[in-house]
């Protein structure tokens, strides 16, 4: 076709550059908040990770993160031109260790310091608190509790942090027992005799057993 007509039409093709994503993940104990970052050059987002999370924030945050929501977070970014990218960030959730301060105590106030114990052995720092504790080591998690001077429940705390600094705390009850004024009365017997009564009055109706020491 020698006389066939042609029309030109310019047109310009534009191609856009893909947004810039860039994520951060965390590393957090139970319980505490997971903080998701994204810091490209989007203007939405589309995140989706483990334990079936799902966000449209930019930098979202997990309240009371449990082990399972550990693991990889995707991060899927739009920007004006309805260009997308994505990128991915990582999360370790830490296990909190298990503290057991160990059973509930009785002691009567005049009895010698006694050794408290708790469990695990920290793995990098266990405290002893409360009325009472002295001589707390770090190291291999006991300390001591003079009940000298107390009466009654005395709630002393073992925390434990591991070397993740996670940390966990028990509780254990020290009963200090009051020990009791007892009073005896003066007693006179003549020589030869067998027996004499003795009376011992005291206000402890607890107590089923004596001990009577003469000097």
């Known amino acids: 076709y020698d006389n066939a007509c042609q029309v030109t039409d310019p047109f310009t093709i534009t191609i856009n550059a ?21 810091m490209g050059n989007g203007t939405s987002w589309s995140w989706t990770g483990p334990d079936g999370f799902m966000s449209s924030f930019q930098n979202p945050t997990i309240n009371n993160a449990t082990t ?14 309805d260009c997308t990218s994505s990128c991915t960030a990582e999360v370790t959730v830490n296990a909190l260790p298990m503290a057991d301060a160990g059973d509930d105590i009785e002691v009567c106030e005049n009895e010698n310091a006694i ?8 793995g990098t720092s266990g405290t002893w608190t409360g009325t009472g504790v002295t001589d707390a080591s770090t190291t291999d998690a006991t300390a001591m509790f003079d009940p000298s001077g107390l009466s009654g429940d005395q709630i002393v705390t ?17 009963t200090v027992k009051d ?23 005291t206000p402890d109706s607890d107590i089923t057993h004596y001990t009577l020491k003469f000097d």
């Open 18 to 38: 893909l947004p810039t994503c860039t994520a951060g993940g965390d590393t957090v104990c139970e319980g505490e908040s997971i903080n998701l970052t994204e």
């Open 68 to 81: 399972a929501m550990g693991g990889t977070y995707t991060v899927v970014v739009t920007d004006d031109n």
């Open 115 to 122: 050794t408290l114990t708790g469990t695990p052995a920290p």
């Open 158 to 174: 073992y925390t434990v942090v591991d070397d993740n600094g996670c940390s966990d705390s028990a509780e254990a009850t020290v």
């Open 179 to 201: 020990v009791a004024a007892n009073s005896i009365e003066d007693v006179s017997v003549c020589d030869g005799e067998d027996t004499a009564p003795i009376t011992l009055t």
